[in-house]
């Protein structure tokens, strides 16, 4: 389910210190811009503390910028066909594409989108606990947060919010609507919502409470074989790993897949603290350096302690900056099996510059390099923005060949290169418009409500599967929708269809965490990523090794 127009109360997890999270410019928000406000924003980006340290542009040179820009903006105010909307002309704008002239990834953030910007890493917010979004127009509930006031109070997916107190929201867009559900904790809030089957419209009331927004999951997908989900990297992310392996206990792990896929990236540090766990003390997670940067290196200053098994990591496109940080230093130093696609590359660091007004500069100052040399980020130079983000089959550069520390050839200059290559199985034609209803949101997701309206008495548990009749039942909600299909599309992908209806299904009988468990179970790369943990322990074995012949090389030279 895409998230570009879902939300859960605040902005997209964000960055504080060194950080090479995915932003886009969706992020920003609005704010009032007056002429003078104009001015200073530009004198603050020109005077920030990275300007202070160039010393090539003088201050007259400087002034005549502004002077120049401040005649055009002028020249469009006063000519321009229609009203100039300043905020987007100037925030969403000329900033933007002054930065988008630097790299892809430098930013610039007014107040309210830092404010939520540095929300987002604290891995919490206080509100009442629920995905919103609004696929085809009308906000509704995507999901409760399990344990949350929204979950605790029976919200159900699919309501869609009318009402936030006595402010209607018939036609607030999902911005507004999380804003109002935001809080102070403890601070009470009534949600009515409108429920298919329902007559009247029902009346939630709410207190506001601490939401910790885990970016950690993990569960047994075997005895044995630990799964761990990682879903970007917060101020809360390593203790939630050293707290989640503690739980299974570690001592009974004996192969661990970890799943960064469409991990975006998050804190370095906490990046560097998770690889920590992993890797044998004084080893080199990541290194970076820049023009105006000297080189700075972080290393493993605790060590797995011993902590040994096989790992298998399985990456994708979106697997993005301090997620190809984690995943290439595993590499590098032969501690896991890479598994999927080739990752973003994304190796840009970002530090944020605070400016004049609470807003702030996102700006790169130096790019990141795996333990063996490799450079993450790939070529942006020769394609436009738009290409770029979009990721598709790029190219290493053979310039850019390393070794690991088994002597394995890797390369850089794109991204994460897998030691092994998954291609996902290909949806059908009927499969894939069903997952992309509307507004990205699956077919499945807008028959749930319908299901439980007319099935109140159906007592689904963790291990029910739906019959002939649920799945028919599906079959004439869709050509009710008006969804073309064939007699003969549908008897072939029956199977698959009756076990995306059982995990939409499970999210409101359930929450979407048992859901998501028993999706992943059944995931053919999962499984594919353990069958492959033998690999992983040919390669820790072969690192062993090879450690061992260094080690006696060494001796007999000292002798």
Known sequence: MSATRHAWERAPRGSESFTDTMVTSEVFTKMRISRWGLRFTLLALFYSPIHSNLAAQSEADVNASIKKFTQIYEAVETNFADKVDPDRSVYRGAIPGMLRTLDPHSNFFDPKAYALLREG??????????????????????????????????????????????????????????????????????????????????????????????????????????????????ETTSHEVDQALARFPESQIEGLILDLRGNGGGLVQECVNVADHFLRKGQLVVSHHGRASAETKFVAKHGERGREYPMVVLVDHGTASASEILS??????????????STFGKGLVQAPFPLYGNSALLLTIAKYYTPSGRLIQRDYEHQ???????????????????????????????????????????LTKLEAQLELMAGNTSAFFFYAPHFFATHPNTHITKEWKPDAEAVDGFRAFLTKQGIPFTAEDFERDRSWIADRLREELLITAFNKDVSDQIALRNDPEVLRGVESLSSSKALLDRAHETLASKKSAATSEAH
Do not use: C
Not at 127 to 148: E, N, R, T
């Open 121 to 234: 890493q604290a891995g919490h917010y206080y509100g009442v606990g629920m995905w919103v979004g609004a696929p085809q127009g009308k906000v509704i509930v995507m999901w409760p947060f399990d344990g949350s006031p929204a979950y605790r109070a029976g919200l159900r997916p699919g309501d869609e919010i009318i009402a936030v107190n006595d402010t209607n929201t018939e036609k607030a867009t999902v911005p507004q609507v999380s804003s109002m559900l935001k809080g102070p904790r403890g601070t009470p809030v009534t949600v009515t919502t409108r429920r298919v089957g329902s007559p009247e419209p029902l009346h939630f009331a709410l207190s506001r409470d601490n939401v910790p927004r885990d970016s950690v999951s993990t569960f047994w997908l075997r005895p044995g074989i630990a799964y761990m989900k990682i879903e970007a990297f917060n």
């Open 328 to 341: 290439g230093s595993l590499q590098d130093h032969d501690r896991a099996w890479i598994l999927g696609e």
């Open 384 to 426: 436009g923005f738009y290409e770029y983000l979009s990721r598709s089959e790029g190219h290493y550069d053979p310039k850019d060949m390393k070794k690991t520390d088994s002597g394995r050839t890797v390369f850089g200059g794109d991204g994460i290169t897998p030691d092994e290559k998954y291609d996902a199985p290909k």
